[in-house]
């Protein structure tokens, strides 16, 4: 049986992870244990780029020797994962034998077919973007310099012999398969312009330098190293090496300034290669800093670290697949983070979670519901009736929409505490009391499913207040609704989930 495959972007190692780089793999984090959870064998697969001018020359300026160098941010990024709780099953650095040897293999596997052949480039180069950069494209800056389209940073002319990879030859089949798979290019909104971009013709592509040292050499030709970008895309099918339970990836998780690397160049490339095709390229929006683009010169890259010191790792995880749609751009700003902390964490949920967790022990002394109560009307089944349409929004990549129904859920659930007032119960209606507080738990549980791939520490802190025992693993929105909640333990009162920050 295949495994779920999902992937992130293989992030440069020229500085430090930022907040940029931990939003897609929380993203690809979320997703990888969301259908974990409901039982899919899953590969959530990340990791670092490591060749090319780029690190060349971010090496040097560090005066470190270029594996060094590379060892040292490749860690930053791997124990950054495990802060965040990224639960990846492998990270694949460029600088690998498996890869490269993998690379090798792909390029002398395209150069036997006729899809690599020997010219030369003239022409521009973005460093930044490790990118070639048509004239037309290019923009003039003070000066006349040519500044690159994204990066906005002077470029390079470039005058070297080099081998193409034939990307013109690949033009109607791209657009045939965009056609036959609408799912393959997302989200919808971001797929008429590859389209276009392809339908205006493509160019051969420049896949070697001979400038650059720090890279896969040519079979055959050391002059020459392979193309950072020619390389790095391997990765994907480098890291599956060959297991026959993970290729074609089921989605490559990107930012939108990548996307045509990997909605055009990367299918033509296994196209050429005979390979199958990845099942979808979605390809996420920017975050801002408080109103501004992150970069080197302003030094506003924000550190995910200084975060999560103030507002623990769960509440970030939430924040940045809360606040605006995946596919959008969106800024970050404490001031937005507090406020979505304080009422929607602190308020909404934790101290729901408190006031119940509170009653049941108060009223119920302790004592546990063995089963959901009858009735169509008790909340949980309510709240279970969105579990479908929750699921389908994880799985179309829709966190945003899958999180607003379940505060939906949150919502409601605060309301019926305010107007069924179990403490009025506890004095009149003591068997009322029970079914109610009953039936609150029993959400809270199905709730606490639901977050755990957005939240899973705060989602465990949870189930343990409500008496979900975790044995031999946590308990889904789904097996509490099929009664598996027999496994239930005591209630037990805890500290606040989210503590008010003021
Ligand atoms: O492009 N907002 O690596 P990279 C949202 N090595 N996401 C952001 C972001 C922002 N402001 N900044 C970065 C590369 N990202 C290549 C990829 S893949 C074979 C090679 C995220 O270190 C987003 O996922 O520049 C973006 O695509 C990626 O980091 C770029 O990381």
Redesign the pocket.
Known sequence: MKKYFVT?????VNAAP?I??A??TVAADVLARFRRARGERVHLLTGT?EHGQKIEEAAKAAGRHNLDFCDQTSAKFRELWKHLDISFDDYIRTTEKRHEDKVQELFSRLQKSGDIYKGRYEGLYDVVGESYVKESDAVRGPGGVLLGPESGKPLQRLSEETYFFRLSAYGPRLLEHYRAHPEFLAPASRAPEIARFVSDGLEDISVSRTKVKWGVPVPGDEQHTIYVWFD??I?YWSAAGGAQDLWPADVHI??K??FRFHAVIWPAMLMAAGLPLPGRVFA????TVEGKK?SKSLGNFVDPYEVTREFGVDAFRYFLLREMPFGNDGDFSTAALKKRYNAELANDLGNLVSRVVNMADSYLGGELPAKAPEGGDACSRRAAARAGDISARVAALDFHGALELIWETIRELNAHVNEQAPWKLAKTDKDKCALVLFDLIHSLRVVAGWIEPFMPRKAAEMQAQLGVRRFPDALTADDVLAGVNSRTGQIQKGPALFPRKE
């Open positions: 992130t972007p293989l992030y440069y930022h940029g780089h939003y897609t780029d790095a895309l990765n990107v930012g300034e990548i996420h929006g920017w975050w992150m």
